[in-house]
């Protein structure tokens, strides 16, 4: 008899053992999961609404031969954007994403003038800003590849750029006063593909882009009578990024990110090239998980470049999980 008690004791142990160590994560629980643990595409019927505000300064800025200088004399700006992204998970492996913002953007000019016949000096100051509905992009992101034990997942994306943003200067009253354009005033397609794999509490991620802009029209100055015809340059990107997670709630974030710009050309009397560019930055990032909230604060970092701003891009994400 002692002996069948204790063949069912240690048939009934690994039983127990599986009760007190395996978890189910309910509804509740997937909607909690952070940047480290969640999947790449959102889960069927889940649906997340968000706000991304992002700011720099027009201070310095990498010129044609890579060095880092200040904008022309007595010049200063600023630039920002509200944008609103939301997000449905069409299948587990298929989600749908639309976003557009509102941009905000300042440009200042002061010109120094000494009048001989007096010996005065006149100072005049300009000051150009832009303000409203920016373009609108619209993304299909699918699942190739579900991430499993010994396999990374492979996800593709297709972003669509729509103009909706103002792409001539507007409320012109002189050359020099006019409200800027908040629009690039041309379409786009993007192809991005992307990669990761969670090693917890560790995820490593990495992706390439290629966006190819279309040829559009717009006026670049307030002198302009008219549109003149132009293509921006096509633009390569990529990122390898390395996500931790400092405790249940709290992740940190790691990117370095190259982007290439080839050139682009502006139509008139005499074609105008627009310069190639291209950058090298880091950007390093905190994502707060407070149940189904997420805030997230960014700084990118330029390290090097050719043609682009110098100045750092400070980022804040709010987003709610439905």
């Not at 007190?20 to 959102?42: C, F, G």
């Not at 720099?56 to 600023?78: C, H, L, M, P, Q």
């Not at 970092?301 to 100045?311: E, R, T």
Request: hydrophobic share 35%; glycine share 6%; charged share 25%.
């Amino acid at each position: 008899m002692k002996k069948s008690y204790l063949i069912y004791l240690f048939m009934l142990l690994p039983a127990t053992m599986l009760c007190q160590t395996e978890r189910q994560l309910v509804p509740a629980d997937l909607k909690q999961q952070t940047i480290v643990s969640e999947p790449v595409t959102l889960r069927k019927g889940f649906f997340r609404t968000g706000i991304i505000m992002n700011y720099r300064v027009a201070d310095k800025y990498f010129n044609a031969s890579g060095e880092k200088e200040y904008y022309i004399t007595s010049s200063w700006g600023s630039t920002s954007a509200y944008g609103i992204i939301l997000q449905y998970g069409l299948t587990d492996r298929l989600q749908l994403d639309i976003k557009t913002e509102y941009r905000n953007k300042l440009q200042e000019f002061q010109n120094k003038e000494i009048v001989a016949g007096t010996n005065t000096t006149i100072v005049t100051t300009t000051r150009q800003k832009g303000l409203g509905l920016g373009d609108s992009h619209f993304a299909v992101t699918y699942q190739f590849l579900q991430e499993i034990e010994r396999r990374m997942s492979i996800t593709g994306r297709i972003n669509v750029t729509v103009p909706t943003g103002e792409k001539n200067p507007t409320n012109i009253r002189s050359v020099e006063k006019y409200d800027l354009p908040v629009g690039e005033g041309t379409y786009a397609l993007g192809i991005n593909i992307s990669a990761r794999k969670i090693l917890y509490p560790y995820s490593l991620a990495g992706y390439i882009e290629y966006k190819h802009n279309f040829e559009g029209a717009k006026k670049f100055s307030a002198a302009d009578d008219a549109e003149s015809n132009f293509r921006l340059g096509n633009r390569f990107e990529s990122g390898l990024s390395v996500n931790l997670h400092l405790n249940e709630w709290i992740a940190l974030a790691n990117e370095i990110n190259f982007s290439d710009k080839s050139k682009g050309e502006v139509e008139s009397i005499v074609t105008q090239e627009i310069p190639a560019e291209w950058a090298l930055s880091y950007e390093p990032s905190l994502v707060f998980q407070v149940k189904r909230f997420r805030l997230g604060e960014s700084v990118r970092i330029p390290l090097k470049g050719k043609n682009v701003p110098a100045d750092p891009l400070y980022k804040i994400m709010i987003q709610y999980l439905f």
